[in-house]
């Protein structure tokens, strides 16, 4: 590794809150009520494959004999924390109605506020931005082609599998909200 003591510091940091921050997000409770849910076994696919590349990431960094390239490294930092910030207000706006799982509740409404007026799944946006930018954080590449070739393939199946539950529910209404509102990148010329 050629990284210098600063920017090791630096991505051991940034691993940790990134970690901590995770964790204790898997475990707080919301108070949500509970709905039906679907394909609960994606939930741990897609954190088992993240955990993957959260370490493959760390081990890259501390045991690939390559340059480090800080402007790569800041970019992950960046999108890193991007995704907590979409991540935080798709949360906010859904509020008792967020699930770490497809979970479809009986009161729940269609919601269009926040960040969902840009995108339908800006949690899953957040998600995307976070597997990319840790390997990236690291100049991880090997760990940025397994984000890439398994991560992304899980979530798309399981956006594939809520669109269909979510269609199920609102009808119409959802169909329309698919036809003005991108699904995890604004719609240009909106």
Do not use: D
């Amino acid at each position: 590794m050629n990284a210098s003591i600063v920017e090791r510091v630096l991505f051991v940091g940034f691993i940790l809150v990134a970690v901590g921050l995770r964790v204790g997000e898997m475990f707080r409770k919301r108070g949500s009520e509970r709905g039906v849910t679907s394909m609960q076994w994606s939930f741990y696919a897609l954190v088992a494959s993240a955990a993957v590349v959260y370490a493959g990431s760390v081990l890259e960094f501390f045991f690939t004999p390559r340059a480090y390239h800080m402007a790569v490294g800041v970019a992950g930092m960046v999108l890193y924390g991007v995704s907590v910030l979409l991540r935080r207000a798709a949360i906010r706006a859904l509020g008792r109605y967020w699930s770490l799982h497809i979970e479809i509740r009986s009161q729940q409404p269609l919601v269009r506020e926040g960040p969902y007026q840009y995108v339908r799944h800006p949690a899953y946006a957040a998600f995307l931005l976070e597997i990319i930018g840790v390997p990236l954080a690291g100049n991880a590449w090997w760990s940025l082609v397994v984000a890439l070739g398994v991560y992304l393939p899980l979530l798309c199946w399981r956006i594939r599998r809520e669109e269909e539950a979510l269609v199920e529910k609102f009808g119409e209404a959802y169909q329309k909200f698919q036809r003005e509102v991108g699904m995890l990148v604004p719609r240009v010329g909106r």
